[in-house]
């Protein structure tokens, strides 16, 4: 977590926040104590803000300042507005390619993806407030500073986003193993919206029963999956290819 972009101690983070400050996480000591403490899980409730209980020995590490268990880290850029980044992508005349990623843990994956998603012309980039990858200086650099390029939007629910771009005329497709089809059978020259899962469980099922179409990649060999940003790569190009 680079040092500009961290906030350390209670009541400055509960500050932070209730200023409108883009919190991205908040690390909170476990056992922590006290009424400070407790005012500020009730804020980061209230606000939808990511947390996580850990060691105090990972808090030591972020910062050596009194952080009386808890250090934030504040996201390097502003995030928009669901309704807003999909209204004013549809105005501009472009065919829309929206990226959604389901709970994407890792920030370098994370960074790999946005990069990806820069030189694909991707229209916007939609994550869910709880259980996402930060946007911390891990993928801004693994981005190569993509991430200041490609509009990025925090949702509450995944499962909101995918009903809201589909009443707006976008396709959801799910990139999923969990199909027959293969992605070269897609169709990705129309308005589309490709769902990435997490590294390690993939794509929620309840999000999997409400997309409108699923899709695979092929494998040939003995591993039966590919890294996720390497995955996302070939479904961005191949909608690339079909709308060159």
Known sequence: MEKEHQIFGIRAII?????????????????????????????MKQKSINFSYVPVEKLNRLTPNNHQGAVASIAPISFYNLEEMVETVLESGKT??????????????????IRTAECTGVSGIIIQKQGSAPVNGDT?????????NVPICKVEHIKD????LQGSGIKT?????????????????????IIMGSEDRGINP??????????????????????????CGAFLYEAVRQRA
Do not use: W
């Open 161 to 164: 986003a995918i009903f809201h």
């Open 96 to 113: 829309p390619l929206f990226l959604i990623l389901d709970q994407l843990s890792d920030a370098r994956n994370f960074g790999a993806i």
């Open 206 to 231: 309840s999000v999997l029963k409400i997309v409108d179409e699923k899709a695979k990649l092929p494998m040939f060999g003995t591993i039966g999956s590919l890294n996720v940003s390497v995955a």
């Open 140 to 148: 801004v650099k693994t981005s190569a500073g993509a991430v200041f």
């Open 173 to 193: 497709v799910a990139a999923t193993e969990k199909t027959e089809s293969s992605l070269y059978d897609l169709n990705l020259n129309e308005p589309v919206a």
């Open 15 to 43: 500050e932070a926040i209730q200023a409108g400050k883009e919190i991205d996480k908040v690390f909170i000591q476990k056992d922590a104590q006290g009424d400070l403490m407790r005012d500020l899980m009730k804020v």
